[in-house]
């Protein structure tokens, strides 16, 4: 398939309205967001994807329903992990879905809607929005946005957000911005891995270097989508 210039634009759970640009042989059209849900008792990481994410991501993983529930006129389920070492509690909308999941014992169901029924959730084609209702203690923090190309994985961050992912020196000057290559430790201590990060005027977006590791990546893809991407959001 020949490389051509895509560009696709969503509405993040923020309000914001992202836009990413490249030139790649394929751009997955779904968005995946992910974030931090607080609130004075109670914290919780989301995943918010098109509807049949929250399907997809309990049956890829094995996940056992332990119990379903209506809320809001849709499904909301907690699934454990065969294990039980890990949970799913997720929610479907009619055009995007929810998914709440970590390590260890799953929150309660009535912790999980305690904290929905203090939100304003505005479910489109566009995007699934969520604001804290009037009065409510809820902070939404940390939002990066996901893409798939088959160049590799594309995370996007309000630079902002993600000042200690710049590096200090300057970088490789490109269409969008500022590019470097590092290697960004893992917390597990295991060995880091290799990554190319794009500094714009309002966003870094960080590329997977997965070339030798990805079949599909390709050397020139590779070169062709770093020299190409541009990301913003307004």
């Given at each position: 398939?020949?490389?051509?210039?895509?560009?696709?634009?969503?509405?993040?759970?923020?309000?914001?309205r992202w836009t990413i640009s490249c030139a790649c042989e394929s751009l997955q059209?779904?968005?995946?967001?992910?974030?931090?849900?607080?609130?004075?008792?109670?914290?919780?990481?989301?995943?918010?994807?098109h509807r049949d994410y929250a399907a997809g991501a309990v049956e890829a993983?094995?996940?056992?329903?332990?119990?379903?529930?209506?809320?809001?006129?849709?499904?909301?389920?907690?699934?454990?992990?065969?294990e039980g070492e890990?949970?799913?509690?997720?929610?479907?909308?009619?055009?995007?879905?929810?998914?709440?999941?970590?390590?260890?014992?799953?929150?309660?169901?009535?912790?999980?809607?305690?904290?929905?029924?203090q939100l304003r959730m505005q479910d489109?084609?566009?995007?699934l929005r969520l604001r804290?209702?009037?009065?409510?203690?809820?902070?939404?923090?940390?939002?990066?946005?996901?893409?798939?190309?088959?160049?590799?994985?594309?995370?996007?961050?309000p630079r902002n957000e993600?000042?200690?992912?710049?590096?200090?020196?300057?970088?490789?000057?490109?269409?969008a911005g500022q590019l470097w290559r590092k290697t960004i430790s893992s917390p597990t201590g295991e060995p880091g891995q290799s990554k190319f990060i794009l500094a714009g005027d309002n966003t870094v977006a960080v590329v997977d270097d997965d070339l030798g590791r990805d079949r599909t990546v390709t050397r020139s893809g590779q070169e062709t989508l770093l020299a190409t991407?541009?990301?913003r959001w307004s």
């Open positions: 398939m020949p490389l051509s210039q895509r560009t696709q634009s969503a509405l993040a759970p923020d309000g914001r059209e779904e968005w995946f967001w992910h974030a931090r849900l607080t609130s004075k008792s109670f914290a919780i990481s989301v995943a918010i994807g993983g094995g996940y056992q329903v332990r119990e379903r529930l209506t809320y809001r006129s849709h499904p909301l389920i907690l699934a454990v992990s065969p890990g949970y799913l509690v997720t929610w479907e909308s009619r055009h995007h879905s929810l998914v709440f999941g970590g390590p260890g014992a799953p929150p309660r169901l009535a912790d999980v809607i305690l904290l929905l029924d489109s084609a566009d995007g804290p209702s009037a009065g409510s203690d809820v902070v939404m923090w940390g939002l990066f946005g996901v893409k798939f190309s088959d160049a590799g994985m594309v995370t996007m961050y993600a000042t200690g992912l710049v590096p200090d020196q300057p970088g490789l000057a490109v269409a991407l541009a990301v």
